[in-house]
């Protein structure tokens, strides 16, 4: 079944601006992560954090999580046009090998 | 390599034909990963390989969808007597270990079926 679901489907804001992306999934997970992706081809790996971490930071980037209520947000601060893309969550159950499951994405627009 | 590579990058094919998509991985990964997505969509897990081998192919859609993997390396995606809604962009990633841990993708190939 659907794990992850990013929350809102779009999202156009000003540059300079922080750009707020939720994510939020089913069942019980080893860890979550976040990929970009440019023009509908391939994703980049943004960030994992991983179930027993509540928050981490990369560069612009800040990702919670929140087990209890089986959700994660990804901040983008201080934004620029560079960032339009498309962000997906992508959970890891547990199990060891099952593989990720992404949800559908958050569309990106920021405008200069 | 320098990253994961997927060749062709476009495919337009007619309705019926076969079609061989190919994914190279990056030198040393032991998991590789084929999805699908379609326009505006997320994507959708078809198989993975740890080695050769593929221990989950719950997600090909159909049987005229199969894949392989030969020497713990190349990857070919087949689709036999294509559809129209196999229309799609193709994405393969690598993993070191199939161990979800971060996965590297390719660029994609770009299916059309007339």
């Known amino acids: 079944s659907q794990q992850g679901e990013e929350d809102p489907q779009a999202l156009s804001i000003q540059e300079g601006e922080n750009a707020t992306m939720n994510c939020s999934y089913k069942?019980?997970?080893?860890?979550l992560q976040w990929y970009r992706q440019n023009s509908g081809r391939g994703l980049v790996h943004l960030i994992l954090?991983?179930?027993?971490?509540r928050e981490k930071h990369s560069g612009r980037l800040r990702v919670t999580l929140d087990t209890s209520k089986k959700s994660s947000s990804l901040l983008i601060t201080a934004s620029r046009a560079a960032d339009t893309a498309s962000y997906f969550c992508?959970?890891?159950?547990?199990?060891?090998?099952?593989?990720?499951?992404f949800g559908k994405g958050t569309r990106l627009s920021v405008i200069a | 390599g320098a990253g994961v590579s997927q060749s062709p990058s476009n495919k337009v094919t007619e309705k019926g034909k076969d079609v061989e998509l190919r994914c190279d991985p990056i030198s040393g990964h032991t998991a590789l990963y084929w999805y699908r997505q379609s326009l505006g969509q997320g994507l959708e897990f078809l198989i993975y390989?740890?080695?050769?081998?593929?221990?989950?192919k719950s997600g090909l859609p159909s049987d005229r969808f199969s894949a392989e993997r030969t020497g713990g390396s190349v990857s070919t995606l087949t689709i036999q007597r294509t559809q129209q809604e196999d229309s799609a962009v193709y994405l393969c990633a690598s993993s070191l270990q199939a161990n979800q841990e971060t996965q590297y993708f390719g660029p994609g190939t770009r299916l059309l079926v007339l």
């Open positions: 390989f740890q080695g050769n081998s593929a221990p989950d």
């Open positions: 992508a959970t890891a159950g547990l199990g060891g090998n099952t593989p990720l499951v």
């Open positions: 954090i991983r179930s027993n971490e």
């Open positions: 069942t019980s997970i080893n860890n």
